[in-house]
């Protein structure tokens, strides 16, 4: 048997009469689903409702002959000794046991015995139900609530197995990825070493073709046509030059060589240098203006904004007709320094200016205008390289500006760069 104790509820029977006298009678509590049992302390039965008839399956006639000790055989009275005096103790006594019938089934019950006294008399009402719905709901919950769990971790199993298949299947994309990302940078990087061959070949065919006239004809051809061969040797090799120097410079540029390296720089100063090492003053055959707006301090790395500013500044003039005027306006703004470069030259058309800091690609407007297409891709380079930004506007047959921002402090970041790098080390 199993004890507990608990709240009980207990029954408002109205005694008026003698109570032997009453338990005996028609009374309301015959009507109750739940059994009744009154019995004295020699659990010699005093009164038994239907339903306690029906639970033990004894009528009603039998059971009042009859002792606790009869329908439940096991039950000793050294047994209900102890009851007794517990429930008389407590008042109230609650368990849960196994009820056998005379055909020999069992099932399980919920009895809730109470303690009462009456004119010198003592009594216990015995209330009891069968719990055996209950407890097969219970059992059917519990099995269901286990078979819920074993579904559970199976999903869990399989969530978890599910998991580690797309892991596997991301870790093969990811290859493949890296893969095809290896294999396009391949690609990327024989298309630069053919296009730079090719660049290469064109200067090389001037100097191989005009030194082998020069050897051929040079006793019969005047000093004027021989002077016009070794100009184009000159410009051939300083566009093989050129060329190789752009091609080092974006090199070292991809692999991180090129370190960056601002400090003070005076920009009025830095800008009429470039123009006059580039002889574009007022004597040239364009006409360029140089206006400044402000004079302030920079701290910028000079060595890699002198190829920038060369390199917008020549294509100006390159796509620009002689005779044209050429702006270059310094300015100051937000912590930045504003280079702008407008031409009045052939313009970039639209298709061509998503392209346009590519390595090679050449607007398609140019005609025999020579280049390689490297001095943009070299500049958006140089340009990243301080943290700045360059944007183009332009319009086929009106012009090209090219406005430069480059922050003003990287000497200030740099050093504090510096000063967290020692703190880190």
């Known amino acids: 048997m199993v004890f507990g104790n608990r709240i009980l509820e207990q029954s408002n029977l109205q005694v008026?009469?003698?109570?032997?006298?009453?338990?005996?009678?028609?009374?309301?509590?015959?009507?109750?689903?739940?059994?009744?049992?009154?019995?004295?302390?020699?659990?010699?039965?005093?009164?038994?409702?239907?339903?306690?008839?029906?639970?033990?399956?004894?009528?009603?006639?039998?059971?009042?002959?009859?002792?606790?000790?009869?329908?439940?055989?096991?039950?000793?009275?050294?047994?209900?000794s102890k009851y007794w005096k517990t429930i008389k103790q407590q008042g109230y006594l609650y368990f849960e046991s196994l009820h056998w019938t005379k055909e020999g089934q069992s099932f399980p019950l919920e009895i809730t015995f109470t303690y009462m006294e009456y004119n010198g008399n003592e009594y216990g009402c015995i209330l009891v139900r069968n719990i055996n719905q209950r407890k097969q709901a219970s059992l059917t919950l519990q099995r269901d609530n286990e078979a819920n769990k074993r579904k559970v971790q199976q999903q869990a199993v399989e969530l978890s197995e599910a998991i580690q298949q797309l892991n596997r299947e991301k870790a093969l994309r990811q290859q493949a990825e890296?893969?095809?990302?290896?294999?396009?940078?391949?690609?990327?990087?024989?298309?630069?070493?053919?296009?730079?061959?090719?660049?290469?070949?064109?200067?090389?065919?001037?100097?191989?073709?005009?030194?082998?006239?020069?050897?051929?004809?040079?006793?019969?051809?005047t000093?004027?046509?021989k002077l016009q061969y070794l100009?184009?040797?000159?410009?051939?090799?300083?566009?093989?030059?050129?060329?190789?120097?752009?091609?080092?410079?974006?090199?070292?540029v991809e692999a991180g060589k090129l370190k960056f390296d601002p400090t003070p720089l005076n920009p009025i100063?830095?800008?009429?240098?470039?123009?006059?090492?580039?002889?574009?003053?007022?004597?040239?055959?364009?006409?360029?203006?140089?206006?400044?707006?402000?004079?302030?301090?920079?701290?910028?790395?000079?060595?890699?904004?002198?190829?920038?500013?060369?390199?917008?500044?020549s294509n100006a003039v390159k796509y620009s007709p002689i005779g044209s005027t050429i702006d270059l306006v310094l300015s100051y703004q937000d912590e930045k320094v504003i280079f702008l470069l407008k031409d009045r030259g052939i313009g970039i058309p639209?298709?061509?200016?998503?392209?346009?800091?590519?390595?090679?690609?050449?607007?398609?407007?140019?005609?025999?205008?020579?280049?390689?297409?490297?001095?943009?891709?070299?500049?958006?380079k140089l340009v990243d390289l301080h943290n700045g930004?360059?944007?183009?506007?332009?319009?086929v047959g009106v012009g090209t500006t090219f406005a430069l921002a480059l922050p003003?402090?990287?000497?200030?970041?740099?050093?504090?760069?510096?000063s967290d790098q020692i703190i880190n080390n």
């Open 223 to 225: 000093e004027e046509k």
């Open 389 to 395: 930004q360059i944007t183009v506007v332009s319009e």
């Open 16 to 80: 008026t009469l003698e109570l032997e006298e009453e338990l005996h009678t028609k009374s309301p509590i015959n009507l109750w689903q739940r059994a009744v049992f009154w019995v004295n302390p020699d659990a010699q039965f005093l009164y038994i409702n239907d339903a306690a008839c029906s639970l033990v399956g004894y009528s009603r006639e039998e059971l009042l002959s009859m002792t606790m000790h009869d329908v439940k055989p096991d039950f000793s009275k050294q047994d209900w």
């Open 269 to 313: 100063q830095f800008c009429r240098e470039i123009l006059t090492e580039m002889n574009l003053n007022e004597s040239s055959q364009h006409k360029v203006t140089f206006v400044s707006q402000g004079d302030r301090q920079v701290c910028i790395d000079r060595k890699l904004l002198h190829p920038i500013l060369r390199n917008l500044l």
């Open 231 to 252: 100009q184009r040797l000159q410009t051939a090799v300083e566009n093989i030059s050129l060329l190789m120097d752009e091609v080092l410079t974006i090199a070292r």
């Open 408 to 418: 003003i402090n990287q000497y200030k970041q740099k050093l504090l760069s510096r």
């Open 178 to 221: 890296m893969a095809l990302e290896q294999e396009k940078q391949a690609q990327d990087f024989w298309h630069f070493v053919s296009m730079v061959c090719h660049e290469f070949r064109s200067p090389l065919n001037i100097i191989s073709l005009s030194t082998s006239l020069l050897k051929r004809h040079h006793h019969h051809w």
């Open 350 to 380: 639209y298709s061509d200016q998503q392209q346009l800091f590519k390595p090679f690609h050449r607007g398609g407007n140019v005609g025999d205008i020579p280049g390689n297409g490297l001095g943009l891709a070299l500049v958006k």
